[in-house]
């Protein structure tokens, strides 16, 4: 009878660390999911701060190469051209 006594006294003990176990992992995940969500958040700011800066420095080119810049020149030129087209389809659409 002792040996059953010891072995439901194990079985116990054995049941209680699982459970404490199983509610450490519970709050670990809780805390992962938690710092996911932070993560996410600042990666969706990073990337709008990536395109308002890509957008800022496409921007300045063309504003170099207003102002004379060389190194920008032909980009502009295209960029120019690529308008104008657009200027004239839309002109074409409304005539008709």
Do not use: P, W
């Amino acid at each position: 009878m002792s040996q059953t006594l010891e072995v439901v006294k194990r079985l116990e003990s054995n049941a209680f660390k699982l459970f404490q176990k199983c509610k450490n992992l519970e709050e670990d995940l809780e805390k992962a999911h938690h710092e996911k969500a932070e993560l996410m958040e600042e990666q969706k700011k990073l990337g709008k701060q990536i395109e308002r800066l890509l957008t800022e420095n496409e921007q300045l080119k063309t504003a170099n190469a207003i102002l004379g810049s060389k190194d920008y020149k032909r980009e502009t030129k295209l960029k120019i051209n690529r308008l104008i087209r657009e200027v004239d389809n839309c002109i074409v659409q409304l005539s008709e």
